[in-house]
């Protein structure tokens, strides 16, 4: 696996690590800031409406640049953002932070998987995505614990200043570590990467990645309640559970990783039954410690792990450029936003089993917009060439 692929996993971990800083550091922040806990909370939402709308307008901002160059010009952005957080005298500030960084980070991972597609076989490129998607899942695990760590002993500030370091160390090591790779001549125009999107196939790809992450998100944004209210589990605990969690997102996004290429859209199939019979078993036996575990640490495995095969699944059918790849990153925030938002709605109406139950919906209908795929089972096919691409043969390392 070529080296550049660890170092975009580095990148795309500084961001995530800063994407969920906040929902560890609340009532922190909420002190520093003079600003209510829901206000804090609006900052979340900020970040991720700031990722799915604005992502694609900077994705085309920066299509024109070699790919190392928009990376580190993305960087850029996304480090200026995080010291005004880490600086911020008011709500104001901090807001306008976070929709910067949200904003950075999303055409961040559409560059950076587009890149992945350049610099590796197109058979491998699932395993290449799964390595660069790590950054997002130990992001779970490492980052929001270690971040809020810092933030209880040194000030919420510290926090969104160490994210700043790690921003630094993954600018440096994409600098040397990522090969300089020129755009095609002729190829990659902004007319070629919008013209894909008149595919009708291409829209309901996306939706699938849409209910996927909308059905994971429907459950994990409420899992501290669930645990606590429902199964009975201590609040010192939950976190253990949480980091057990995290690590199940890491064994599964890497075993998806070496069956994305070859058999995508069984991958996706399989997870979406599983995540239903696991989502629908933790509603029906929250109450019960030792299943809800094993119900959460399912939905783990299932979950935000089939990345690797929907992004393989997207560029199959539309490409593998960066806009493409950005776009699909919104639908994905999309998928977070609605699992979260009704999640919220569903409890105040049914209870804290109804966002599990919310989950298991989302998942069969996730299910409905790969059956035709599934039916039609073609022979797999290597994904489209990037429109940007210019690595010479030998970039293209082997695994």
Same mark, same amino acid.
């Given at each position: 696996?070529?080296?550049?692929?660890?170092?975009?996993?580095?990148?795309?971990?500084?961001?995530?690590?800063?994407?969920?800083?906040?929902?560890?550091?609340?009532?922190?922040?909420?002190?520093?800031?003079?600003?209510?806990?829901?206000?804090?909370?609006?900052?979340?939402?900020?970040?991720?409406?700031?990722?799915?709308?604005?992502?694609?307008?900077?994705?085309?901002?920066?299509?024109?640049?070699?790919?190392?160059?928009?990376?580190?010009?993305?960087?850029?952005?996304?480090?200026?953002?995080?010291?005004?957080?880490?600086?911020?005298?008011?709500?104001?500030?901090?807001?306008?932070?976070?929709?910067?960084?949200?904003?950075?980070?999303?055409?961040?991972?559409?560059?950076?998987?587009?890149?992945?597609?350049?610099?590796?076989?197109?058979?491998?490129?699932?395993?290449?995505?799964?390595?660069?998607?790590?950054?997002?899942?130990?992001?779970?695990?490492?980052?929001?614990?270690?971040?809020?760590?810092?933030?209880?002993?040194?000030?919420?500030?510290?926090?969104?200043?160490?994210?700043?370091?790690?921003?630094?160390?993954?600018?440096?090591?994409?600098?040397?570590?990522?090969?300089?790779?020129?755009?095609?001549?002729?190829?990659?125009?902004?007319?070629?990467?919008?013209?894909?999107?008149?595919?009708?196939?291409?829209?309901?790809?996306?939706?699938?990645?849409?209910?996927?992450?909308?059905?994971?998100?429907?459950?994990?944004?409420?899992?501290?309640?669930?645990?606590?209210?429902?199964?009975?589990?201590?609040?010192?605990?939950?976190?253990?559970?949480?980091?057990?969690?995290?690590?199940?997102?890491?064994?599964?996004?890497?075993?998806?990783?070496?069956?994305?290429?070859?058999?995508?859209?069984?991958?996706?199939?399989?997870?979406?039954? /599983?995540? $239903? #019979?696991?989502?629908?078993?933790?509603?029906?036996? &929250?109450?019960? =410690?030792? *299943? %809800?575990?094993?119900?959460?640490?399912?939905?783990?495995?299932?979950?935000?792990?089939?990345?690797?095969?929907?992004?393989?699944?997207?560029?199959?059918?539309?490409?593998?450029?960066?806009?493409?790849?950005?776009?699909?990153?919104?639908?994905?925030?999309?998928?977070?936003?609605?699992?979260?938002?009704?999640?919220?709605?569903?409890?105040?109406?049914?209870?804290?089993?109804?966002?599990?139950?919310?989950?298991?919906?989302?998942?069969?209908?996730? /299910?409905? $917009? #790969?059956?035709?795929?599934?039916?039609?089972?073609? &022979?797999?096919? =290597?994904? *489209? %060439?990037?429109?940007?691409?210019?690595?010479?043969?030998?970039?293209?390392?082997?695994?």
């Amino acid at each position: 696996m070529p080296r550049a692929v660890y170092v975009l996993a580095l990148g795309i971990f500084a961001m995530v690590t800063s994407e969920f800083v906040v929902a560890g550091l609340m009532p922190q922040m909420a002190d520093g800031l003079n600003a209510t806990i829901p206000q804090i909370g609006y900052l979340i939402t900020a970040f991720a409406v700031a990722m799915a709308a604005g992502g694609p307008f900077l994705t085309v901002a920066v299509m024109k640049l070699p790919p190392r160059t928009a990376l580190m010009a993305l960087f850029a952005i996304f480090l200026a953002g995080n010291v005004l957080a880490a600086t911020a005298s008011g709500y104001a500030t901090m807001m306008a932070a976070r929709i910067v960084t949200g904003i950075a980070s999303q055409a961040f991972f559409g560059v950076g998987i587009s890149l992945c597609a350049q610099i590796t076989r197109p058979e491998v490129r699932g395993r290449a995505i799964a390595v660069a998607m790590n950054g997002l899942m130990l992001g779970t695990l490492l980052g929001l614990p270690i971040s809020t760590l810092v933030g209880e002993h040194f000030g919420w500030r510290a926090a969104f200043w160490t994210i700043t370091l790690i921003t630094v160390i993954a600018a440096v090591a994409t600098l040397f570590g990522v090969p300089r790779i020129e755009r095609a001549q002729g190829g990659g125009s902004f007319r070629e990467e919008v013209g894909v999107f008149r595919k009708p196939r291409l829209w309901l790809v996306l939706s699938t990645s849409t209910l996927i992450i909308g059905a994971t998100f429907s459950a994990f944004s409420y899992f501290n309640p669930i645990l606590t209210d429902l199964a009975g589990f201590s609040a010192g605990t939950v976190p253990v559970l949480l980091i057990a969690y995290g690590a199940a997102t890491v064994v599964g996004n890497n075993v998806v990783g070496r069956f994305a290429d070859k058999h995508t859209v069984p991958v996706l199939a399989v997870g979406l039954v /599983l995540n $239903t #019979v696991f989502l629908a078993g933790f509603a029906l036996l &929250a109450d019960l =410690p030792v *299943p %809800a575990i094993i119900c959460m640490m399912g939905i783990g495995l299932v979950g935000v792990t089939m990345n690797p095969a929907m992004a393989t699944r997207v560029q199959r059918t539309g490409n593998a450029g960066p806009l493409v790849n950005t776009v699909h990153s919104s639908f994905i925030t999309l998928g977070i936003i609605l699992g979260s938002s009704i999640g919220a709605v569903v409890i105040d109406v049914w209870g804290l089993r109804a966002p599990l139950w919310l989950g298991a919906v989302m998942a069969v209908a996730g /299910l409905a $917009t #790969v059956l035709p795929d599934l039916a039609r089972r073609p &022979a797999p096919e =290597p994904a *489209p %060439a990037v429109p940007a691409a210019g690595a010479p043969a030998k970039q293209a390392e082997q695994v």
